[in-house]
């Protein structure tokens, strides 16, 4: 990815995303919305206009249907491009804001203080998706990832990584 630092002799260990469902539900909002020009041309059959009108509402009905792809487009790619990297010496957090602006932070794992766990609402609880607060020490306190699949599970591997960090920057302390 460009603009991402991995360090000669650092190891990927897993990248972090949203879940599925909220690309899903936000998705399911676009298609609902394209349905409504087949909808509106099934109820005009019953009238009687002119070709000119009918090649209008056709005309209308497909920059309705493009600009909702282009909606759908913007919504994938901010969904694929939003990214937690977790290496063995840091976590790399990519925000993707629009198509044209992102911001890259990293913060290295002996730096965390705290991580906490938000798990809101019955789809959330059930689904096993939730917010991740990553406190560190530093200029930027606090990081967080929205709606991550497993999210304890999650906590769990960067805080096996943090002792692992903490250990090797602390040898005297292990």
């Known amino acids: 990815m460009a603009?991402?630092?991995?360090?000669?002799?650092?190891?990927?260990?897993?990248?972090?995303?949203?879940h599925w469902y909220v690309l899903a539900t936000e998705s399911a909002a676009i298609a609902a919305?394209?349905?409504?020009?087949?909808?509106?041309?099934?109820a005009l059959t019953a009238v009687n206009y002119s070709e000119r009108i009918f090649f209008l509402i056709l005309f209308m009905s497909m920059a309705w249907l493009t600009i909702l792809w282009s909606l759908f487009f913007i919504i994938w790619t901010n969904y694929y491009l939003d990214v937690w990297i977790l290496t063995d010496k840091?976590?790399?957090?990519?925000?993707?804001?629009?198509?044209?602006?992102?911001?890259?932070?990293e913060f290295r794992l002996d730096r965390i203080q705290d991580i906490t766990v938000e798990v809101k609402g019955i789809v959330a609880t059930f689904l096993k998706f939730g917010t991740l607060h990553v406190q560190t020490a530093g200029t930027h306190h606090e990081f967080m990832i929205k709606n991550v699949p497993n999210p304890y599970q999650v906590r769990?591997?960067?805080?096996?990584?943090h002792s692992r960090a903490m250990k090797v920057n602390n040898p005297k302390d292990a």
Do not use: C, H
């Not at 603009?3 to 949203?18: S, T, Y």
């Not at 769990?156 to 990584?161: Q, V």
């Open 90 to 105: 840091k976590i790399i957090d990519i925000e993707q804001y629009t198509l044209f602006s992102r911001d890259v932070s």
């Open 3 to 18: 603009g991402v630092n991995i360090d000669a002799g650092e190891k990927v260990l897993a990248e972090f995303r949203r």
């Open 156 to 161: 769990d591997m960067i805080m096996d990584w």
């Open 33 to 42: 919305m394209a349905l409504l020009p087949f909808g509106a041309l099934t």
